[in-house]
């Protein structure tokens, strides 16, 4: 489909208005919001960071395709997330220490406002003591992204933080981003992964039951 397509080669050449308005055209185009995010947006981020590990783009041309994205990604939200419905618990999220990656964080913490759960968004580059505070807030969930191999070690430095705190019973820890799996989640003593942001719903649904 040709607008898909265009939204794609928007997102790699990071132009961000002519992201914004195919979304736009997409919508009223009548394609689904998932569609727009999933053949568009992502695929188009995927091939930024294809085109990067290929040493054929450099940091700044990443940055400029994740501000088209992000803009892109502002005018979706109202369609992914569907409203009105109810709290089903509160949801700490944050890119941990070191890391500025904020595009899959974003994502997640937007799935699951559209599925109900509140959202305390603590940003990127997010210390322990911060998920600890939010902990004492009330948070339920505590949701950790990392992009970079070498602030994913962050995540379990994190997670003995909260237990060394004491709130490691009172809380379900999951964790996400590109170099993570289930067996370092495991490793580190998460409750759990997901590899994608609807996954995060079923996932979150899932460490509350247990
Ligand atoms: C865009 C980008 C940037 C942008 C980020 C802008 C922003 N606002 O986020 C900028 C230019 C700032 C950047 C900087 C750097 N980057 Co960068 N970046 C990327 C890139 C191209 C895309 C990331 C992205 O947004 N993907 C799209 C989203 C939708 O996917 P996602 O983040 O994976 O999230 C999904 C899932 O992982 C999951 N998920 C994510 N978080 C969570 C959390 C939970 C709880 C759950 C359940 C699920 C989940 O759901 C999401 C939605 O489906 C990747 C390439 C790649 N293949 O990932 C490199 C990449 C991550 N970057 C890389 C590097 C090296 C860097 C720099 C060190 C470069 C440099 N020399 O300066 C710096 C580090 C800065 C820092 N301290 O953080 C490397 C990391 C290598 C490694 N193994 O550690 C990558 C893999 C590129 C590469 N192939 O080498 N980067």
Same mark, same amino acid.
């Given at each position: 489909?040709?607008?898909?397509?265009?939204?794609?080669?928007?997102?790699?050449?990071?132009?961000?208005?002519?992201?914004?308005?195919?979304?736009?055209?997409?919508?009223?185009?009548?394609?689904?919001?998932?569609?727009?995010?999933?053949?568009?947006?992502?695929?188009?981020?995927?091939?930024?960071?294809?085109?990067?590990?290929?040493?054929?783009?450099?940091?700044?041309?990443?940055?400029?395709?994740?501000?088209?994205?992000?803009?892109?990604?502002?005018?979706?939200?109202?369609?992914?997330?569907?409203?009105?419905?109810?709290?089903?618990?509160?949801?700490?999220?944050?890119?941990?220490?070191?890391?500025?990656?904020?595009?899959?964080?974003?994502?997640?913490?937007?799935?699951?406002?559209?599925?109900?759960?509140?959202?305390?968004?603590? !940003?990127? &580059?997010?210390? #322990?003591?911060?998920?600890?505070? $939010?902990? %004492?807030?009330?948070?339920? @969930?505590? =949701?950790?992204?990392?992009?970079?191999?070498?602030?994913?070690?962050?995540?379990?430095?994190?997670?003995?933080?909260?237990?060394?705190?004491?709130?490691?019973?009172?809380?379900?820890?999951?964790?996400?981003?590109?170099?993570?799996?289930?067996?370092?989640?495991?490793?580190? !003593?998460? &409750?759990?992964? #997901?590899?994608?942001?609807?996954? $995060?719903? %079923?996932?979150?649904?899932? @460490?509350? =039951?247990?």
């Amino acid at each position: 489909m040709a607008i898909l397509e265009e939204l794609r080669a928007a997102v790699v050449d990071g132009q961000a208005k002519v992201a914004v308005a195919k979304v736009s055209e997409g919508l009223a185009a009548g394609i689904e919001a998932g569609t727009l995010l999933r053949e568009g947006l992502i695929a188009g981020m995927a091939e930024v960071g294809q085109l990067y590990e290929e040493g054929e783009v450099f940091v700044p041309e990443m940055l400029v395709a994740a501000r088209a994205m992000t803009a892109a990604l502002a005018v979706l939200k109202p369609h992914l997330v569907a409203e009105g419905v109810p709290s089903n618990g509160r949801v700490a999220i944050g890119t941990t220490q070191g890391d500025l990656h904020d595009i899959g964080k974003n994502l997640v913490a937007m799935m699951l406002e559209g599925s109900g759960y509140e959202i305390v968004d603590l !940003g990127v &580059d997010v210390p #322990a003591a911060k998920f600890i505070e $939010a902990i %004492r807030d009330g948070a339920n @969930v505590v =949701a950790m992204s990392a992009l970079l191999t070498t602030t994913m070690t962050n995540m379990q430095s994190t997670i003995e933080a909260i237990r060394e705190a004491g709130l490691r019973e009172q809380v379900r820890i999951i964790v996400g981003g590109a170099p993570i799996t289930k067996s370092y989640a495991d490793e580190i !003593g998460a &409750d759990g992964y #997901a590899e994608d942001a609807s996954s $995060a719903v %079923r996932l979150v649904k899932e @460490v509350l =039951a247990a």
